[in-house]
């Protein structure tokens, strides 16, 4: 009778066990995520500003507000948003925030369970015996302890990363502006050069003929010889810093190095005052992109070494299974895997954390002060540039004066013309050194403005999601 049943029971158990694989085989395929190529580019840029977009809705509240119209050229503020929407470097910035991202979703993600299945076949057949099986699954309990400091420290680090993108989003709005100044700095330099060449050459035949004649020895044709070569080296220098701000203005806007660009307008300028500069000073932790990247950094790092004491504990793992023998006796029990914390007890993983968040905490005090610090400097020397620029706009303006009524003597004949290159030289260097430190000028300005934590950068609309990300 005991055989009978046990026949007739084991067609039934293995039914059940094909089953039981065949249900786990189909849910881990189904839950598969599935693989498409991503085909490299060509990395040529844009062929022109027409085929670049600045959508409006991403801008700063500051950006967002100015009208986008690059048709009639690219003033300062469109500058800084096509910045915005097209830099390769922010680019990869959000594709760590992506990454970031899905490490957060994957940190709130339950630890699967264990399936384990086996068969045991006797060696001989007959005497009663029969196939025996042993199915189990088990759960890593030690896993799901730590589950919630994993999740606190992924949040935290994905917070961290999407300020630090709004961070460099907000830097490469100053680096639009500062490059905007720059090229059109430049570029009035070199208008100013090409003048001035353009007056020296009625020099040079002059000189020559003189020299042909025997009327001026070499040393005395040297000044009007040197001053147009001086120019032309100038002109040459200035072409080549011309070439690179421009290409690093193409690089930032994301555009073909050979696709025209034309800016119009007027530069940036921003002038906060003492008030203004002592506020942000005030706010400056609860303002800057950068000092709350630390600090949801170090926030990060609280929860990673919570999450290093509780790993301290034993790991613990509970599992149930269910087996039958070769005799065809049913068994049904459970299992506990401890381990003992006898040598290790995770004490190397929660010295480096704590030596970790030391180093964190003294990053963020060290960044605050020298912010602090870099704003005094840079307000100090916008107060000496200024008093600079007016100085030498007085400067330039009384030898321009000068310049022209010696141009006028020249050519009445009244004027020798070593002289008046004299004064043309000095005209010019006034003329270079008043566009230098008008260039210098608008660089601390606006390196003072992104230090300020200026309030066009809304964390609101950047917020850290957790959700799965898109296969």
């Not at 068969?119 to 189990?136: C, I, K, R, V, Y």
């Not at 003189?210 to 020895?217: F, P, R, S, Y």
């Not at 310049?403 to 004949?413: K, L, N, V």
């Not at 013309?417 to 260039?439: E, F, G, H, N, Y």
Request: proline residues 5%; aromatic residues 4%.
């Amino acid at each position: 009778m005991h055989d009978a049943s046990r026949q007739r029971h084991l067609p039934a158990t293995r039914s059940g066990l094909r089953m039981t694989c065949a249900v786990a085989v189909t849910l881990v395929v189904s839950a598969c995520a599935s693989y498409a190529p991503l085909p490299l580019g060509r990395g040529e840029g844009a062929a022109g500003v027409a085929q670049l977009v600045a959508p409006t809705a991403d801008m700063p509240p500051s950006l967002a507000t100015h009208r986008f119209d690059p048709a009639d050229g690219l003033d300062v503020t469109e500058t800084a948003m096509l910045a915005v929407a097209n830099s390769p470097a922010l680019k990869l910035k959000r594709d760590e925030l992506g990454v970031a991202r899905a490490q957060a979703f994957a940190a709130g993600l339950l630890p699967d369970p264990q399936l384990s299945v086996g068969e045991d076949f006797p060696q001989h057949s007959g005497g009663g015996l029969t196939t025996a099986f042993n199915l189990g699954i088990s759960e890593d309990i030690g896993a799901l302890l730590t589950r919630s400091s994993r999740r606190a420290a992924a949040r935290s680090q994905a917070g961290q990363v999407n300020l630090d993108l709004l961070w460099a989003e907000w830097q490469t709005v100053a680096q639009a502006r500062l490059l905007f100044d720059q090229v059109l700095n430049l570029r009035a330099q070199q208008a100013r050069l090409a003048s001035e060449q353009a007056a020296l050459e009625q020099v040079t035949p002059y000189v020559q003929a003189a020299l042909a004649a025997g009327n001026l020895t070499y040393d005395s044709a040297s000044a009007g010889l040197n001053a147009a070569a001086d120019v032309r080296k100038q002109q040459a220098d200035n072409a080549v810093a011309l070439h690179q701000a421009d290409s690093d203005l193409h690089m930032l806007l994301g555009l073909a190095p050979t696709a025209p660009l034309e800016l119009v307008g007027a530069p940036y300028r921003v002038a906060p005052t003492a008030a203004q500069l002592q506020q942000a000073l005030a706010e400056l932790p609860r303002r800057r992109p950068d000092l709350l990247a630390l600090q949801a950094g170090y926030q990060s790092q609280e929860a990673k070494l919570r999450g290093a004491v509780r790993a301290q504990f034993p790991a613990l793992n509970i599992g149930f299974n269910s087996a039958r023998d070769t005799s065809a006796i049913y068994t049904h029990g459970f299992s506990v895997g401890l381990t003992l914390p006898l040598f290790d007890r995770n004490r190397g993983n929660i010295a480096i954390e704590r030596a970790t968040r030391q180093q964190l905490k003294d990053d963020y005090a060290s960044r605050v002060l020298s912010t602090r610090s870099d704003m005094q400097r840079l307000a100090a020397d916008l107060a000496t540039l200024d008093r600079q620029r007016e100085a030498l706009t007085v400067h330039a303006r009384q030898l321009a004066d000068a310049r022209r009524a010696a141009e006028q003597a020249w050519r009445q004949g009244l004027l020798d013309w070593p002289t008046w290159l004299a004064i043309r030289s000095r005209s010019l260097a006034a003329d270079l050194d008043l566009l230098a430190v008008q260039q210098q000028q608008a660089t601390q300005s606006i390196a003072l403005e992104a230090l300020l934590g200026n309030t066009d950068v809304d964390i609101a609309t950047h917020p850290v999601s957790t959700q799965a990300p898109t296969p």
